[in-house]
Protein backbone atom coordinates (compact mmCIF):
# COMPACT_ATOMS: atom_id res chain seq x y z
CA UNK A 1 0.00 0.00 0.00
CA UNK A 2 3.25 2.44 0.86
CA UNK A 3 3.87 1.73 -3.14
CA UNK A 4 0.58 3.11 -3.92
CA UNK A 5 0.36 5.92 -2.25
CA UNK A 6 4.39 7.08 -3.15
CA UNK A 7 3.51 6.31 -6.97
CA UNK A 8 0.25 8.61 -6.59
CA UNK A 9 1.75 11.10 -4.59
CA UNK A 10 4.68 11.62 -7.18
CA UNK A 11 1.75 11.71 -10.28
CA UNK A 12 0.07 14.71 -7.89
CA UNK A 13 3.82 16.63 -7.61
CA UNK A 14 4.44 15.88 -11.32
CA UNK A 15 1.11 17.88 -12.23
CA UNK A 16 1.75 20.34 -9.45
CA UNK A 17 5.14 21.52 -10.87
CA UNK A 18 4.15 22.06 -14.28
CA UNK A 19 1.80 25.03 -14.32
CA UNK A 20 1.51 25.45 -17.51
CA UNK A 21 0.57 22.07 -18.11
CA UNK A 22 -2.38 23.31 -15.76
CA UNK A 23 -3.09 26.09 -17.82
CA UNK A 24 -2.52 24.73 -21.34
CA UNK A 25 -5.22 21.80 -20.42
CA UNK A 26 -8.16 24.58 -19.90
CA UNK A 27 -7.01 26.16 -23.19
CA UNK A 28 -8.92 23.44 -25.39
CA UNK A 29 -12.28 23.46 -22.92
CA UNK A 30 -12.60 27.15 -22.82
CA UNK A 31 -12.63 26.98 -26.03
CA UNK A 32 -15.26 24.36 -27.02
CA UNK A 33 -17.22 26.07 -24.39
CA UNK A 34 -16.92 29.49 -25.63
CA UNK A 35 -16.97 28.92 -29.25
CA UNK A 36 -19.98 26.22 -29.20
CA UNK A 37 -21.75 27.34 -25.95
CA UNK A 38 -22.50 30.86 -27.32
CA UNK A 39 -22.08 30.45 -30.84
CA UNK A 40 -24.44 27.42 -31.08
CA UNK A 41 -26.71 28.48 -28.90
CA UNK A 42 -29.09 30.36 -30.89
CA UNK A 43 -29.09 27.47 -33.00
CA UNK A 44 -29.72 24.91 -30.40
CA UNK A 45 -32.44 27.37 -28.62
CA UNK A 46 -34.16 27.75 -32.46
CA UNK A 47 -34.30 24.17 -32.61
CA UNK A 48 -36.51 23.85 -29.24
CA UNK A 49 -33.85 21.91 -27.53
CA UNK A 50 -32.99 24.80 -24.67
CA UNK A 51 -29.76 26.07 -23.46
CA UNK A 52 -26.91 24.70 -25.15
CA UNK A 53 -24.29 25.94 -23.05
CA UNK A 54 -26.49 23.82 -20.30
CA UNK A 55 -26.07 20.67 -22.82
CA UNK A 56 -22.55 21.24 -23.46
CA UNK A 57 -20.89 21.86 -20.38
CA UNK A 58 -21.21 18.33 -19.20
CA UNK A 59 -19.71 17.58 -22.52
CA UNK A 60 -16.70 19.76 -22.07
CA UNK A 61 -16.30 18.26 -18.49
CA UNK A 62 -15.83 14.87 -20.22
CA UNK A 63 -13.45 16.16 -22.45
CA UNK A 64 -10.95 17.52 -20.08
CA UNK A 65 -11.30 14.59 -17.82
CA UNK A 66 -10.64 12.29 -20.91
CA UNK A 67 -8.01 13.93 -22.34
CA UNK A 68 -6.05 14.14 -19.18
CA UNK A 69 -6.70 10.64 -18.09
CA UNK A 70 -6.09 8.17 -21.22
CA UNK A 71 -3.18 10.68 -21.55
CA UNK A 72 -1.73 9.84 -18.02
CA UNK A 73 -0.10 6.71 -20.30
CA UNK A 74 2.25 8.93 -21.83
CA UNK A 75 4.00 9.17 -18.49
CA UNK A 76 5.10 5.95 -18.31
CA UNK A 77 6.99 6.26 -21.77
CA UNK A 78 8.86 9.42 -20.43
CA UNK A 79 9.43 7.10 -17.57
CA UNK A 80 10.88 4.59 -19.76
CA UNK A 81 12.90 7.15 -21.84
CA UNK A 82 14.50 8.56 -18.65
CA UNK A 83 15.24 5.39 -16.88
CA UNK A 84 12.92 5.58 -13.62
CA UNK A 85 10.25 2.68 -15.24
CA UNK A 86 13.59 0.35 -14.73
CA UNK A 87 14.07 1.72 -11.40
CA UNK A 88 10.86 1.35 -10.28
CA UNK A 89 10.39 -2.11 -11.39
CA UNK A 90 13.24 -3.69 -9.96
CA UNK A 91 12.33 -2.44 -6.72
CA UNK A 92 11.07 -5.21 -4.57
CA UNK A 93 7.23 -4.16 -4.94
CA UNK A 94 4.30 -5.91 -6.87
CA UNK A 95 3.79 -4.47 -10.59
CA UNK A 96 0.40 -4.28 -9.68
CA UNK A 97 0.75 -1.92 -6.88
CA UNK A 98 3.02 0.29 -9.16
CA UNK A 99 0.10 -0.14 -11.90
CA UNK A 100 -2.71 0.69 -9.30
CA UNK A 101 -0.53 3.68 -7.78
CA UNK A 102 0.22 5.44 -11.18
CA UNK A 103 -3.47 4.79 -12.42
CA UNK A 104 -5.08 6.30 -9.74
CA UNK A 105 -2.48 9.29 -9.63
CA UNK A 106 -3.68 9.72 -13.34
CA UNK A 107 -7.04 9.43 -12.82
CA UNK A 108 -6.89 12.15 -9.45
CA UNK A 109 -5.00 14.84 -11.59
CA UNK A 110 -7.65 14.46 -14.22
CA UNK A 111 -10.51 14.82 -11.51
CA UNK A 112 -8.64 17.64 -10.82
CA UNK A 113 -8.60 19.34 -14.06
CA UNK A 114 -12.62 18.43 -14.20
CA UNK A 115 -13.54 20.06 -11.21
CA UNK A 116 -10.80 23.17 -12.47
CA UNK A 117 -13.28 22.99 -15.58
CA UNK A 118 -16.44 22.71 -13.97
CA UNK A 119 -15.98 26.03 -12.29
CA UNK A 120 -14.62 27.72 -15.37
CA UNK A 121 -18.38 26.62 -16.55
CA UNK A 122 -20.29 27.97 -13.57
CA UNK A 123 -18.36 31.37 -14.07
CA UNK A 124 -19.24 31.16 -17.76
CA UNK A 125 -22.99 30.79 -16.80
CA UNK A 126 -23.87 27.33 -16.51
CA UNK A 127 -25.89 26.52 -14.02
CA UNK A 128 -26.62 22.96 -12.22
CA UNK A 129 -31.04 22.53 -11.44
CA UNK A 130 -29.12 21.05 -7.95
CA UNK A 131 -26.37 22.05 -6.21
CA UNK A 132 -26.96 18.81 -4.10
CA UNK A 133 -26.27 16.91 -7.24
CA UNK A 134 -22.75 17.78 -7.78
CA UNK A 135 -21.19 14.92 -5.63
CA UNK A 136 -22.90 12.52 -8.03
CA UNK A 137 -21.75 14.46 -11.29
CA UNK A 138 -17.91 14.42 -9.32
CA UNK A 139 -18.99 10.51 -9.10
CA UNK A 140 -19.29 10.37 -12.78
CA UNK A 141 -15.97 12.39 -13.20
CA UNK A 142 -13.95 9.63 -11.22
CA UNK A 143 -15.44 6.86 -12.92
CA UNK A 144 -14.40 8.16 -16.31
CA UNK A 145 -11.05 8.82 -14.85
CA UNK A 146 -10.54 5.34 -13.50
CA UNK A 147 -11.56 3.31 -16.88
CA UNK A 148 -9.08 6.10 -19.23
CA UNK A 149 -6.36 6.31 -17.13
CA UNK A 150 -6.25 2.45 -16.88
CA UNK A 151 -7.28 2.35 -20.66
CA UNK A 152 -4.16 4.70 -21.15
CA UNK A 153 -1.83 2.62 -19.03
CA UNK A 154 -2.68 -0.36 -21.31
CA UNK A 155 -1.60 0.83 -24.22
CA UNK A 156 1.33 2.94 -22.79
CA UNK A 157 2.64 -0.52 -21.14
CA UNK A 158 3.05 -2.21 -25.08
CA UNK A 159 4.57 0.79 -26.72
CA UNK A 160 8.45 1.86 -27.27
CA UNK A 161 8.30 5.16 -28.29
CA UNK A 162 6.16 8.31 -27.87
CA UNK A 163 4.96 8.48 -31.16
CA UNK A 164 3.37 5.67 -31.55
CA UNK A 165 1.31 6.12 -28.49
CA UNK A 166 0.16 9.57 -29.98
CA UNK A 167 -0.79 7.66 -33.02
CA UNK A 168 -3.02 5.72 -31.15
CA UNK A 169 -4.31 8.15 -29.29
CA UNK A 170 -5.28 10.55 -32.05
CA UNK A 171 -6.73 7.29 -33.64
CA UNK A 172 -9.04 6.60 -30.41
CA UNK A 173 -9.18 9.36 -28.36
CA UNK A 174 -11.26 11.94 -31.32
CA UNK A 175 -13.78 9.42 -31.96
CA UNK A 176 -14.56 8.76 -28.84
CA UNK A 177 -15.17 12.11 -28.20
CA UNK A 178 -17.21 13.13 -31.04
CA UNK A 179 -18.98 10.09 -30.61
CA UNK A 180 -20.12 10.72 -26.93
CA UNK A 181 -22.71 12.78 -27.58
CA UNK A 182 -21.06 15.25 -26.31
CA UNK A 183 -22.17 18.38 -28.69
CA UNK A 184 -25.35 16.65 -29.56
CA UNK A 185 -28.32 15.01 -28.50
CA UNK A 186 -27.92 10.85 -28.50
CA UNK A 187 -31.71 11.09 -29.32
CA UNK A 188 -33.36 10.57 -32.65
CA UNK A 189 -29.94 9.40 -34.35
CA UNK A 190 -29.64 6.67 -37.04
CA UNK A 191 -29.45 3.35 -37.21
CA UNK A 192 -26.06 3.10 -37.43
CA UNK A 193 -24.79 5.86 -35.71
CA UNK A 194 -27.32 4.84 -32.63
CA UNK A 195 -25.54 1.64 -32.24
CA UNK A 196 -22.26 3.45 -32.65
CA UNK A 197 -22.85 5.81 -29.98
CA UNK A 198 -23.84 3.11 -27.41
CA UNK A 199 -20.31 1.35 -27.52
CA UNK A 200 -18.92 4.22 -26.50
CA UNK A 201 -18.11 4.53 -22.60
CA UNK A 202 -17.83 7.80 -22.60
CA UNK A 203 -21.18 8.62 -23.93
CA UNK A 204 -22.51 6.95 -20.59
CA UNK A 205 -20.34 9.28 -18.51
CA UNK A 206 -21.37 12.19 -19.67
CA UNK A 207 -24.76 10.91 -20.05
CA UNK A 208 -24.57 10.51 -15.76
CA UNK A 209 -23.22 13.70 -15.55
CA UNK A 210 -26.06 14.92 -17.34
CA UNK A 211 -28.70 13.27 -15.27
CA UNK A 212 -26.92 14.64 -12.14
CA UNK A 213 -26.86 18.06 -13.47
CA UNK A 214 -30.38 18.20 -14.09
CA UNK A 215 -30.85 18.50 -17.87
CA UNK A 216 -33.47 17.21 -19.92
CA UNK A 217 -31.21 16.21 -22.67
CA UNK A 218 -30.27 12.50 -21.62
CA UNK A 219 -30.37 9.34 -23.13
CA UNK A 220 -29.77 6.75 -21.05
CA UNK A 221 -30.96 5.79 -17.55
CA UNK A 222 -28.52 6.72 -14.97
CA UNK A 223 -28.18 3.17 -13.22
CA UNK A 224 -27.59 2.40 -16.47
CA UNK A 225 -24.93 4.44 -17.06
CA UNK A 226 -23.05 4.26 -14.00
CA UNK A 227 -23.04 0.46 -14.20
CA UNK A 228 -21.40 0.03 -17.51
CA UNK A 229 -18.57 2.85 -16.45
CA UNK A 230 -18.24 0.28 -13.17
CA UNK A 231 -18.31 -3.01 -15.41
CA UNK A 232 -15.98 -1.44 -18.16
CA UNK A 233 -13.67 0.16 -15.29
CA UNK A 234 -12.93 -3.03 -13.66
CA UNK A 235 -12.38 -4.74 -16.68
CA UNK A 236 -9.52 -2.08 -17.92
CA UNK A 237 -7.75 -2.08 -14.73
CA UNK A 238 -7.61 -6.10 -14.90
CA UNK A 239 -6.16 -5.45 -18.70
CA UNK A 240 -4.08 -2.91 -17.65
CA UNK A 241 -2.48 -4.19 -15.05
CA UNK A 242 -2.03 -7.72 -17.14
CA UNK A 243 -0.51 -5.68 -19.64
CA UNK A 244 1.81 -3.88 -17.15
CA UNK A 245 2.85 -7.03 -16.10
CA UNK A 246 4.06 -8.35 -19.67
CA UNK A 247 6.64 -4.71 -19.35
CA UNK A 248 10.20 -5.97 -20.00
CA UNK A 249 12.70 -4.00 -18.63
Known amino acids: ???????????????????????????????????????LGPIFKRAGAGNYLQFVAPGVIGMSVLFSSIFSGLGLLWDRQFGFLKETLVAPVSRLQIMIGRTLGGATV???????????????????????AIPIAIGFMVLIALLFAALGMAIGSGLQDMQGFQLIMNFLVMPIYFLSGAMFPLTGLGVVLSYVTRIDPLAYGIDGMRHAFGSPNVAFNLTLDAAVLVILAIVLLIFGAWRFHKIEI
Not at 110 to 132: D, E, H, K, T, Y
Open 1 to 39: MNAIYILWLRELKRYKRSRAQIIASLGQPMLYLLVLGFG
Open 110 to 132: ACIQGMLVLILCILFGFRPANLS
